[in-house]
């Protein structure tokens, strides 16, 4: 049970004087120079780390609902593991980056004994490194690999749990809405007290009894998916960015007649309808009709011509023709009707004309 009292007395305090409660020391104090020291340079605490009252806006319902265990993945100095476990009396877990933060969320829990409070440091997008168990994940300012990786790690749980998200940056709910199809909003809404991009936390409820699980693996087995295949996926645009930080993948463009190849690395989308490569960088329209998902050779020449392309490689080549090409990088990799290489300089070689190549330093 979460006591009125304390619930009553977050919300009479400012943050600065929960800050000080928890033994957590105020911006001020702190100094913000050198390599990620305690705080960002030039980011206030307001920015950087959620504020207890918003907290305080979901926390008793979660609890209501059954949640026992916290988990703020990017936890800061522990202003949320500390809140939770001082108003449940329940676990939490927190994880961090940033030694001097892990310290200060450390020491503050010591000064008020909370020992159901489980910190860890590291870099929780590792792949050696396993999401805990937990009823709740709180997300916050994840973005880029951190968040593809985290993501990936809460699909896989076995078992359902909640998933808080305050919007940061203006993308991250939009990115859940068409990509994680397995997360399924609650009906709830809880309204923020301090300003953010948007004024709501959501909360969402993992789903893994979805029959789609179930397609995703058979599909991890194959070497590639037509597009046939991803139709019968509910939200293929959103399976193919789950690919978008694998090296082995890429994506096959059949666009007028010519199927071509674009790099997953970097992929990005503006709406539903649209998918954003950067090698090469094109704005393709989707639908289920034209783009594919194969899987890059391990060896051979279009490998090392995949590996490339990814890199952005400078290099010369010459044809059998006598045409060259100087500092160019590769673009496209065309591999129907014919097998081709289109270059940054806008020439076209077929793979077989090709004499020479020499990789520039």
């Not at 396993?130 to 951190?146: H, I, K, M, N, R």
Request: glycine residues 6%; proline residues 5%; hydrophobic residues 35%.
């Amino acid at each position: 049970m979460v006591e009125t009292e304390k619930i009553d007395f977050i919300k009479g305090q400012s943050t600065a004087q929960v800050d000080l409660f928890f033994n957590l020391k105020p911006i001020s104090e702190v100094e913000r120079e050198g390599h990620e020291s305690l705080y960002l340079s030039g980011v206030t605490s307001e920015a950087l780390y959620t504020s207890y009252q918003d907290l305080l806006e979901v926390m008793p319902w979660l609890y209501k609902q059954g949640a026992r265990t916290w988990c703020d993945v990017g936890c800061g100095v522990g202003r949320s593991c500390l809140l939770w476990s001082w108003l449940t009396q329940e676990r939490a877990i927190g994880i961090e980056l940033v030694p001097e933060r892990i310290e200060e969320a450390r020491a503050a829990c010591r000064s008020k004994n909370l020992s159901q409070i489980h910190w860890i440091e590291g870099d929780f997008s590792s792949p050696s490194r396993a999401l805990p168990e937990s009823d709740v994940y709180f997300l916050y300012l994840a973005t880029g690999p951190q968040l593809d990786a985290l993501l990936a790690k809460i699909k896989k749980r076995s078992t359902p749990s909640w998933v808080v998200v305050i919007e940061s940056h203006g993308d991250l709910k939009p990115r859940l809405q068409w990509e994680a199809w397995w997360l399924a909003p609650t009906a709830n809404r809880f309204s923020l007290k301090s300003f953010r991009h948007d004024p709501w936390v959501q909360v969402y409820k993992t789903r893994p009894d979805h029959p789609v699980f179930h397609l995703e693996d058979s599909w991890e087995t194959k070497s590639g998916l037509l597009p046939q295949d991803l139709a019968l996926h509910p939200n293929p645009l959103g399976y193919l960015l789950t690919k978008s930080f694998l090296k082995n993948w890429e994506i096959v463009i059949d666009e007028r007649g010519e199927k071509w190849t674009m790099e997953t690395i970097g992929l990005a989308w503006h709406d539903m309808n649209t998918v954003q490569g950067h090698l090469p960088p094109r704005q393709v329209s989707w639908s289920r009709e034209n783009i594919g998902l194969r899987r890059i050779p391990e060896e051979g020449q279009y490998a090392q011509w995949s590996a490339w392309r990814r890199e952005e490689r400078l290099f010369s080549y010459l044809t059998h023709q006598g045409i060259s090409g100087q500092r160019v990088k590769l673009r496209k990799i065309i591999i129907s009707p014919y097998d081709e290489l289109e270059f940054s300089d806008g020439v076209r070689v077929k793979w077989e004309d090709i004499k020479k190549w020499e990789e520039l330093k």
